[in-house]
């Protein structure tokens, strides 16, 4: 594509405003063109929202409003308030970031392509998408797909690692737990939530719980079915998760397993390795869909194997969002 490709933001929620400060960069202005940003809320509250983030710090740019427009500093954006995307004219979109978190029925997911656009991505779950796709696992099913679910930050972080492992030593079970920081979905005080655990106050305590991710990664490699199992828990953090992982391999290991790692991932934009001790705050606004912490690696006899790694679910899920959105505008039929 000769020009840059034209996306919307449909939601100006975590992601939406993760992904318009990742397309803010001088590399992404090159490649793409936001021309219109949609939110129901207020767009000075959408404007203050993105000035200062709570997660990220400020926005180095200025920010200003007016009727219908946000500003970051000389570039104008086009800034709609409606809840319904068929009463705006989107023919000049290539893709629709739908971050809205409510594209769940198949009216909702297809709204952007009734208003004219070329394709419509999911950031999150969603059973009315076309596909489900996770960039480095199953990504080269796009096909003709024009309504895609990018899936969950936690399926990205699992899903490649796997497919790897997988392809490079073959597994023969495994057993993943993400270690995930609280989001919206989770209650600051108690009070009824989707279950007895998610009613409990997010910051205060570690919360057992079910992740989409479980049958997310089974669709995207169904041949994991009946070896894989997969747990979370919540934790009081703002940002940034991990994921904890025993897998068993089918042939035992011929080096260490770290030594695999880095010759197996050397490079990667989606799996990164380090080598020093750290903590999550250490990967905040990394773009890899999983960082894997390379003092954690643990054996135990010669196949089995303890992997832990740790992934921005904000920044790195928005990064694949990104990626999926050029793959869906770039194709050729």
Known sequence: MSRPIRVFINGFGRIGRTIFRQLLTEEARARFDIVGVNDIAPLDTCAYLLRYDSVYGPLPQPVETGQGWLSIGAQRIRFFGTADLRKLDLRDVDVVLECTGRAQDRATAEAGLDAGAGNVLISGPSSAADATLVIGANDRELGKA???????????????????LDLGLGIERAHVTTIHCYTGSQPTVDRPGSSLERSRAAAVSMVPTTTSAADQVMGILPEFRGRLSIAAVRVPCLSVSAIDATIQFVESLDQTMNDFLREAFDGSRLIGLVEDPCVSTDFRARPESLVIALPETQTNGTRQVRLFGWYDNEWGFSARMIEMAERLAVRHP
């Open 146 to 164: 024009r309504i895609v679910s990018n899936a969950s930050c936690t399926t990205n972080a699992i899903a490649p690692l796997l497919r790897s």
